[in-house]
């Protein structure tokens, strides 16, 4: 599989999926069947970028379930960001 090589912010990023900008409504569904609302900021096959609110702080893995398609993935954590943000893989 060929290698996306790209520059992000002034660095050189290497995927293997090609990854797309979107501003999708999600919902993070954990364990105990708790949903916290979030925005789905970029999607790939690999993985997606995820918004979530400063309060919340996402467990290592979780299902992640699309409000506007009837699809629900279960994801782990790949990365935790400052801003309340998560990349996730599926």
Do not use: N, W
Not at 68 to 80: H, I, K, N, Q, S
Request: with cysteine; hydrophobic share 40%; glycine share 4%.
């Amino acid at each position: 599989m060929a290698m996306d090589e790209r520059q992000v912010q002034g660095k050189q990023e290497k995927r293997y999926a090609t990854r797309r900008e979107t501003m999708r409504l999600a919902k993070v569904i954990l364990e105990d069947g708790e949903r916290l609302p979030c925005v789905i900021r970029d999607l790939s096959l690999s993985g997606a970028k995820l918004s979530v609110a400063r309060r919340h702080s996402l467990p290592k893995q979780f299902v992640l379930s699309m409000t506007d398609r009837d699809l629900t993935v279960p994801v782990r954590m790949a990365l935790a960001c400052p801003r309340s943000v998560a990349h996730v893989r599926s």
